[in-house]
């Protein structure tokens, strides 16, 4: 399969696996006034979203890797591996914000430092946007290009994220206050997935966030480079919180030297 034709498989599941997480959290909020727990619900909804995304690209490419959130790893013999987030953006969706998104991603080798990123989507089945990109074909929201945008003179529009430990907070909350002095604003939206596309969108300039997993940043990084943008994963003192930047070449470059490299 071409990358185009990946991309369009990650379209179509993402939005049969969409529409099953936004029934299954309308659907829940009732159960779980009644019987169990809306963080169970919210964990099973997880479950099931990856259980149904495994299931079809297991039956239309049964060669391929697989690298889930929940499901964890499958190898494959293709060479190809798909990496998957059934809902980016947990603790929205737990708490009934409408931003969230089903990441899908095939990517060419196995090391997120060295995959080759071939194709990916994703998806808000809840606001109804598809984002999507393949190698080398463009980026997309339903049936627009995408282009990164550069900061205008009032300073960049970024977003960042914070990790769940709170032990994190502080270190993070230092790193804001490196990039304030080049920021317009700065937005927390809860999903990196969304996140990304939006940087790719060129509705936000920029993006920085520690700690991310593949699955949270697969696809979202293509989207970026797809649409003339820079997605990296700069070494820096924090091995195990690595960083994550996106943005134009120019913004990436002066988020890397404020948060890493400014005494
Ligand atoms: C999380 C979201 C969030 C980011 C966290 C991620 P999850 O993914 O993308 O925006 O700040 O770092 O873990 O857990 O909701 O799939």
Redo the contacts with the bound molecule.
Sequence with gaps: MSPAELRDLAIEIARESGELARRRRAEGVSLAATKSSLADIVTEA?REVEALIRARLAAERPDDGFLG?ESGTGAGTSGITWVV?P???????ASGIPL?AVSIAAVEGEDPDRWTPLAGAVHSPVVGEMFSAARAEGAFVDGTRLRIAEPGPAGALLA?????DPSTHVGDLATVGRVMPIARDLR????????LAYVAAGRLDGYF?R???P??FAAGALLVTEAGGRFIRPEGADVVRRLNLAGSAELVTELERRILHQP
Excluded: K
């Design positions: 997880d959130e987030d809902i980016d953006g947990t603790v929205n969706y969230y960042t994220g914070f990790g769940y927390r939206g809860g999903s990196a997935a969304t996140d966030e700690g991310l997993q699955w949270d």
